[in-house]
Nanobody, 121 residues
Framework: QVQLVESGGGLVQPGGSLRLSCEAS????????MGWYRQAPGKERELVAD???????NYADSMKGRFTISRDNQNNTMYLQMNSLKPEDTAVYYC???????????????WGKGTQVTVSS
């Protein structure tokens, strides 16, 4: 069974920084695109950023310049460095990985359970 586990969330003051991690574990052939989404109370889940196994990145416009996504393919771990945090960044942050269990099977999206980020003074 493949699992993605997020860590690094917490409470931070406006203008502060946090680094989220997402580790994929279990038996699988490869992880293609990995990404972060977030969901604030009463709002729909929205894309934060994603990254291919080759390192190509994509960001939502509101995150550009403040957030940086990266990954360590050897350790199947993805990161999200969040700087200049604002109260409106408060949300549950979810990671996903497009996982190929075997080389002859297409990728399946696997989600983590989420980590809470709260930006407040």
């Amino acid at each position: 069974q493949v699992q993605l586990v997020e860590s690094g969330g917490g409470l931070v003051q406006p203008g502060g920084s946090l680094r989220l991690s997402c580790e994929a574990s279990g038996q699988f052939f490869s992880v293609n695109v990995m990404g972060w989404y977030r969901q604030a109370p009463g709002k729909e889940r929205e894309l934060v950023a994603d990254i291919t196994s080759g390192g190509m990145t994509n960001y939502a416009d509101s995150m550009k310049g403040r957030f940086t996504i990266s990954r360590d393919n050897q350790n199947n771990t993805m990161y999200l460095q969040m700087n200049s945090l604002k109260p409106e960044d408060t949300a549950v942050y979810y990671c996903h990985g497009d996982v190929r269990r075997y080389s002859w099977i297409g990728a399946m999206r696997v989600w983590g359970k989420g980590t809470q980020v709260t930006v407040s003074s």
